[in-house]
Each structure stands twice: as C-alpha cells, then as structure tokens.
C-alpha cells in the first residue's frame, strides 16, 4: 500500500469511527487493529495524534461540504433560501456525525479547530455571492460583512444541530433564517 493509500485508510477507518463518538475518543489502538498493523505504524503515516485527528475532521469536513448544492434561484432571497433548506437537509441526513465533529472539537485540539474554521470561512463567499453581495458594481464585501456571515453560519450550524422538526416546521424555520440573514446585510432592502 502506498503512503497516500494508507493515510487514506487510516483516515477512512476515524471516519467510521466518528459515527459512533467524538474525534477525541477515537482511540488509535482501535484505528490500528482496523487496519491491521501496529499502533506504531500509524504514527508514521500521522506523526502526533492531533495530525490524525485533524486529517480525519478536515477529511469528514469535506465530505459534508461536497454534498452541498449550489444556490438556486432568481432573488437573493431565492437563492439563500435554497441554500439554507440544502443545508438543513444536509445536517439532517448525518446529524451524528456532524453534531460529534462540531460538538466534539469544540473543546478539542487547536489544529482541530482551525481546520473547522477554515472550512467555515470557505463557506462565507458562496453565501455572499448567493445574497447578490459580491455582484459586479456592488463591490467586494468589507470585512464586518464577511465576520457578520460567518458568525450567521455558526449559528446556522447550532440551529440545525437542534431543530426539531416536531416542533418546527422546515418552512416556518427557513423563513425565519431567510429574515435573519438579510438584517444584518447591507441594503437589505433590495434584495427582497
């Protein structure tokens, strides 16, 4: 097996294990035994513990993040909406694993938590640009707007972690995002 190829099992292996708890408790033992080969070997292919827990969080990351859709729609609002309905179908569908790779890091590793903050501002332009807030001749967004939005995604993200569609339709709630979303933007008003 190549490096490459046994960095990716390793990595495939924290995955399956991220199903069943938090990227903390994932023990390398348990990853080692998986893959057949010694607890040692794995620090080859990851040199301290928070290297494979941070390939396995940036791996997981990006498998969430592929499964988004590209905004639809005519409006901005149109667009967001359609953004914010993908995104709550996306947690929906792999709630455990995304509640235990946010909720997990939280507390966790720094190169953890970077990672998942990177992933969170490389959302910030798809849904700047789905607002109509990057279009030609309104110019770049400042850097109070880009924070403003990509603190609005972190609450998105604790939103969908504990949304009870018991309790709250998916239209009542996507209305209520959708509104949120355009207070705080610039000309806000033009987007409706």
């Known amino acids: 097996m190549t490096a490459q190829d046994r960095r990716r099992q390793l990595t495939d292996i924290g ?3 991220l199903k069943e708890r938090p990227i903390q408790e994932v023990p390398l033992d ?3 035994d998986r893959a057949g080969i010694s607890r040692t070997l794995v ?7 928070s290297d494979f827990y ?8 990006q498998r969430l993040l592929s499964g988004r859709r590209a905004a639809s ?3 901005p609002r149109e667009r967001v909406r359609s953004l914010i309905a993908g995104y709550l179908r996306l947690v929906e569908s792999s709630r455990d694993v995304y509640v235990r790779l946010v909720r997990g890091a939280a507390g966790g590793d720094p190169a953890v938590l970077a990672i998942l903050d990177e992933l969170r501002w490389a ?14 001749g309104s110019g770049a967004p400042d850097a109070a707007t880009r924070l403003v939005v ?4 972190v609450g998105l993200e604790e939103v969908a972690m504990v949304w009870d569609p018991q ?8 209305d209520r995002l959708v509104d949120s979303f355009f207070a705080f933007g610039r000309d806000s008003t033009s987007t409706r």
Do not use: I
């Not at 620090?43 to 513990?49: E, G, N, R, S, V």
């Not at 941070?54 to 791996?59: D, F, L, P």
């Open 15 to 17: 995955l399956d294990l």
């Open 30 to 32: 348990e990853v080692a």
């Open 43 to 49: 620090f080859h292919y990851f040199p301290t513990k």
């Open 54 to 61: 941070s390939a396995v969080v940036e791996a997981a990351g």
């Open 73 to 75: 729609g005519d409006t």
């Open 123 to 136: 959302l910030v332009p798809t849904w700047l640009d789905a607002a109509g807030m990057t279009a030609e």
């Open 150 to 153: 990509r603190g609005w995604l």
């Open 167 to 174: 309790q709250v339709s998916q239209q009542e709630l996507v």
